[in-house]
């Protein structure tokens, strides 16, 4: 595993961008990069600056010797005279004040503050980003990515093409041989479709992470708070790692940044347009949310971007456990009386009728029905089944008095193990047909929720 940085581009020079950021709309503020103009900065933070770019290791500098304990970082190769404590800062605070920042200046703030000692983790899909903001800073900055050994082959190729484009050599992590052959032998090359994928990503990503970030004091991440609303909504700009430990270990260790929380993905893609940036040519395929390749799939339009990742999964699951300290659970947002709060229900209307499961159980025993039935499957908090509600009512409408009935089965809780095992439940929402003169529910096959093709699929089995 090879350790480098990026040479350090010249700083173009420009009067006084900061000023200039504060005064543009917000909209604005993507028409108008350009490198920092830190001329500005208090000698202090410049003389640090330099004192961190002086351990930058040349490319062809010796290796040391690896230690078996982490697998050692270019942070860790720094002299230790460069590498002391920083006073102690409430970073609380500091989300709080950049809050209204820009992208391109928190990055700014981010490399300013941990030099050499922070890194961009890049997943080879739109947070490319993040290494044009990096670059525009004109400061060194260094480029980590996690090779599962599943990636798609545009993705490999991306990663060459960034490295051509900004000068740098990413450094890339792998999981430990020994823990992916174990797990291939013992369970096969895909178990993540019969048993969910937290245990591959655990080998294939978290256990890496972990070993990488050990070299560091900071990473900076592409986390948005619309990528996944049920899961991101909560995402700060800036945050003491909840669940990393960095280099000098323990709980409070590492400092995580996410420059792009506050921004929009259509803002991301105008950026990337408006710099000519190269980007993955599966999102010309329809692929949004880019992961290893057995798990991600292009998506509709008008579905969620995370509807590509684990898609045989219900929509909680669609994290791998990388930023599992910003996921908001639905039970977290309990009152202070230890209460949660109730979530309105859905489908709520005289031609939708809710069905317990005793209701499921009697369709499932009817052989001769004389009235078939589509049921959706779905939980009130899912984002997704909150995004088809309006469609599903509209086919409710469509079908009052066409002899097909329509009808909704609230199937997370304790009723999700019977949805799975007796109606095929995989993630919500979930769709079956109870066709008349048959015994066993249909399910819907298509990612396609609106009420025309979910009218073609009744109408294909009555």
Not at 248 to 268: F, I, Q, R, T
Not at 323 to 329: A, E, L, V
Not at 350 to 355: G, R
Request: neutral net charge; contains cysteine; proline residues 6%.
């Amino acid at each position: 595993m090879a350790f480098s940085v990026t040479s350090s581009p010249a700083a173009i020079r420009s009067s006084s961008l900061s000023s200039s950021f504060d005064q543009l709309p917000r909209a604005a503020q993507f028409s108008a990069f350009q490198a920092l103009d830190r001329s500005h900065l208090p000698s202090a933070a410049a003389n640090f600056s330099r004192r961190r770019c002086s351990a930058v290791r040349q490319l062809n500098a010796a290796e040391p010797k690896r230690n078996d304990s982490i697998v050692p970082s270019a942070a860790t190769l720094s002299p230790p005279e460069v590498v002391e404590k920083l006073e102690e800062e409430d970073y609380e605070k500091l989300a709080e004040e950049l809050t209204n920042a820009s992208p391109l200046q928190i990055m700014d703030k981010a490399l300013e503050k941990f030099g050499n000692d922070i890194a961009i983790a890049f997943s080879g899909a739109e947070d490319v980003a993040l290494i044009e903001y990096a670059h525009l800073t004109g400061r060194p900055f260094r480029v980590f990515s996690l090779d599962t050994g599943r990636l798609n082959p545009e993705t490999y190729k991306f990663f060459d093409q960034v490295e051509k484009r900004y000068n740098i050599r990413i450094e890339y992590t792998f999981p430990e041989a020994e823990e992916v052959q174990s797990l291939v032998r013992t369970k096969g090359l895909f178990s993540f479709y019969e048993d969910g994928h937290q245990e591959c990503c655990r080998v294939r990503k978290v256990k890496p992470l972990r070993r990488a970030l050990k070299g560091l004091r900071a990473w900076i991440t592409g986390q948005r708070k619309d990528q996944s609303p049920g899961t991101r909504s909560e995402v700060p700009v800036v945050q003491v790692d909840p669940v990393f430990e960095g280099l000098e270990g323990g709980v409070g260790s590492l400092v995580k940044w996410n420059p792009v929380a506050n921004v929009k993905g259509n803002d991301v893609w105008n950026f990337l347009r408006a710099m000519d940036v190269p980007v993955n040519t599966l999102h010309a395929q329809g692929y949004i949310s880019i992961g290893c390749e057995p798990c991600t799939r292009p998506v509709l339009p008008g579905q969620h971007e995370r509807e590509g990742r684990w898609w045989w999964e219900d929509a909680k699951a669609k994290e791998c456990g990388l930023h599992k300290g910003n996921i908001k659970d639905e039970n977290s947002t309990a009152e202070a009386n230890g209460s949660t709060p109730v979530v309105a229900d859905l489908f709520v209307t005289k031609n939708v009728v809710d069905l317990t499961r005793v209701g499921i159980e009697n369709l499932l025993k009817l052989k001769d029905r004389k009235e078939a039935w589509i049921v959706v499957m779905y939980a009130p908090w899912c984002q997704f089944c909150q995004g088809m509600e309006a469609s599903y009512v509209e086919l409710a409408d469509k079908l009052e008095g066409s002899g097909v009935r329509v009808g909704k089965f609230r199937a997370d809780g304790d009723e999700k193990e019977f949805a799975q095992k007796e109606l095929g439940l995989g993630s919500f929402p979930t769709v079956v047909l109870f066709p008349k003169h048959s015994s066993r529910p249909i399910k819907y096959p298509s990612e396609k929720r609106d009420a025309d093709s979910l009218m073609a699929f009744v109408n294909a089995l009555q």
